[in-house]
């Protein structure tokens, strides 16, 4: 196997890791929309479950497999890794990282806990004001905008 063929293998498997972590960013999209509307335990149990889902089986094993197969396919090709696009779209990357490691993941675990151990029935205080927390409203916008961006520079390259 030439270095080009492996090149190829390691760009696909790095896009079918950032078409996983942009599922998780559309999941996180539209549970974090919907959950404003929720009032009921259940209801909201069953959105926190998705919400753990994506931020721990799905985000975290996309983003290793993104960096790792990324760097391979740079290396294959010959990219210097301090190519302005390249390196602004790592900026990004690490970014969204630090984000979702440091305030996504650690509020959707925080309402899965809640959740699993409230009884059924209306919301309690203390998932409603958790779920009215600003800093996951803020931050889950952020990385999605974030990400795009990194996608448009891998994609367009651009020349600056």
């Known amino acids: 196997m030439d270095d080009f063929d492996l090149y190829r293998l390691f760009k696909t498997l790095h896009v079918v890791a950032v078409i996983v972590l942009g599922g998780g960013f559309v ?3 539209i549970v974090g929309s919907l959950l404003p509307k929720v009032k009921t335990v259940q209801e909201a149990r069953a959105y926190a ?3 753990y889902i994506s931020e721990n089986f799905l985000s975290i094993p996309a983003a ?3 960096a790792v197969f990324g760097y391979l396919a740079a290396d294959r090709i010959g990219y210097d ?3 302005t696009w390249l390196l602004l779209g790592q900026i990004g990357f690490y970014g969204i990282v630090v984000i979702a490691l440091a305030v996504l993941r650690p509020a959707s675990n925080r309402l899965y806990k809640m959740t699993r151990e409230a ?5 309690t205080a203390e998932i409603t004001a958790h779920m009215k927390n600003v800093g996951p409203m803020i931050a ?3 990385t999605t905008v974030i990400f795009v961006a990194v996608i448009y ?3 367009a390259k651009p020349n600056w």
């Not at 009884?119 to 919301?123: A, F, N, Q, T």
Request: charged share 15%.
């Open 27 to 29: 999941l996180e999209g």
């Open 49 to 51: 479950l998705l919400l």
């Open 64 to 66: 290793i497999i993104l």
């Open 81 to 83: 890794l301090d190519v």
């Open 119 to 123: 009884p059924d029935g209306p919301l």
């Open 140 to 142: 889950g916008p952020a």
């Open 153 to 155: 520079l891998m994609v």
